[in-house]
């Protein structure tokens, strides 16, 4: 093969589990060789931006680069790196998740206004997934907790999905005037119909769609979509009136990439996501677009919701983290039956 072979190591498809992706060929060790660490459900996502990205990257500097990827429930991910995996770019889940990194002192101060957006070149939300025909009538939150319904959802404690289910369930009554007391006692009723906790959003993929375990599936809008078309038909994409704003920032990891000798690559890499021919791929995936016009274009396959903010439910991820999932909190009193 040439120098311009692209090579894609992956098991690529709702029910693909490869962790790790490497796109491009080229020597390692040569600085043309980037990691970018993101959140479970994204492979198909990067797959198609680092092909788009090398190509451009290659045109204008005549440089051809490699990009791995590695996947995971995005606060193992975060973990990962602050123990050591080399990622020249994070691009988790979760703020909180990316300013852990930053905390261990990988990444300086400040990143989120390093990039256009406040380091956020899309953004999502979670919906629900039913079985044909929606068997269960579940159309909104409060459906998920009548009758016998099972719901299938990642683990907080390690899945961005997961944690994002768990503020939008939360939201989602306070936003209709419940009192703390209960939105308590329906995100308790809500988790006592969950039969297993998967510790990313690819792996409760599966439980759903192949093990056929659930009613109801809480994800990522992209992951969602996914899920249903590669099901033949088997599977429907159900919108709730209000969900959570799904924010995933991105970050160069400044420590790494000063060592490695990276740093320019990486920006690069990183302001690419802004351009027009990213923000369409980014749609098309069923992500939304941070530029307004390009959203727009995809009215369709991105129908208009109503999103509140992490705000909504805490004064910022700064709180949810010990409110919500630190060790002996809410979730972990909730969660009691299952340990």
Known sequence: MGSKTLIVIATVGVLGLGAWWAVGRNPSGSGTELLN????????????????????????????LTI?????????????????????????ALWSD???????GLIKDGWEERLPHHALPYFSTIVFVVRKGNPKGVKDWPDLVRGDVKVITPDPKTSGNGRLSF?????SVLAGGGTEEQTRAYVTDLYRRVPVLDSGARGATI??????IGDVHLTWENEGYLEAEESGGKLEV???????????YVAVVDANVDRKGTRERAEAYLSFLYT?????????????????????RHGRELPPITLFPVT??????????????????VFDQIDTPRK
């Open 68 to 92: 791995r990827q590695s996947h995971g429930g995005s606060s193992s991910q975060a973990r990962a790196v602050i123990d050591g995996l080399d990622a020249d770019v994070v691009t988790l």
């Open 167 to 171: 503020l939008a369930a939360w939201g």
């Open 98 to 104: 990316t300013d852990a990194i930053r905390q261990k």
């Open 207 to 212: 439980t759903f769609a192949q093990k056929e």
């Open 238 to 248: 159900v919108y709730p009136a209000a969900s959570i704003r799904a924010e995933p």
């Open 276 to 296: 027009e021919e990213a923000q369409e791929t980014i749609a098309r995936h069923h992500y939304r677009p941070i530029d307004g016009k390009v959203l727009a």
């Open 37 to 64: 660490v993101s959140y479970d459900p994204t492979r198909e996502l990067w797959q198609d931006l680092n092909q788009q990205f090398i190509a451009d990257y290659e045109k204008q500097t005549g440089t051809r």
């Open 312 to 329: 909504a439910v805490a004064a910022g991820w700064q709180e949810t983290q010990p409110k919500f999932f630190a060790e002996g909190a």
